[in-house]
């Protein structure tokens, strides 16, 4: 694959339920009410039940990973958490949209690809970068 900077990702969506929410509690042991009580979520100044961030920051890197057709190739990554992804409690749930694009190509041949991750329209990520080393 040979790449340059602006190189752009394909745009990638995926839809978050409070199912993915319930799953991903089991899978992290992460049980945290707010990511699946309304009420909890909403008496603690949260609009409604948010995503675990570290499951949008999964998010992102699946993204990334597709993009390489091999997981092994992202070998740094790294977000901070704007704003939480809130899951309504309804069959739709939220959208989580991920974007990227090749900032830098590296002196040892990897590349830098600048995230921008967003959801209702709201950045959720921000300085989400990936560091990949492409065959």
Request: aromatic content about 6%; overall charge negative.
């Amino acid at each position: 694959m040979t790449v340059e900077v602006g190189t752009e990702l394909p745009e990638q969506t995926f839809r978050v339920t409070r199912a993915d929410l319930v799953r991903y509690a089991g899978a992290s042991g992460d049980f945290n009410p707010i990511h699946w009580n309304e009420r909890v979520a909403t008496s603690v100044g949260l609009p409604n039940v948010i995503a675990h961030g570290m499951f949008t920051m999964a998010l992102a890197g699946r993204a990334v990973t597709a993009w390489t057709g091999d997981a092994a190739a992202l070998t740094e990554y790294q977000v901070r958490f704007g704003r939480p992804v809130v899951v309504p409690d309804d069959d739709a749930g939220a959208e989580v949209t991920v974007r990227g694009k090749v900032g830098a190509v590296l002196e040892d041949g990897r590349v830098r690809v600048d995230l921008t991750v967003t959801s209702a329209g709201e950045k959720v990520l921000s300085l989400a970068r990936a560091v990949v080393a492409l065959p």
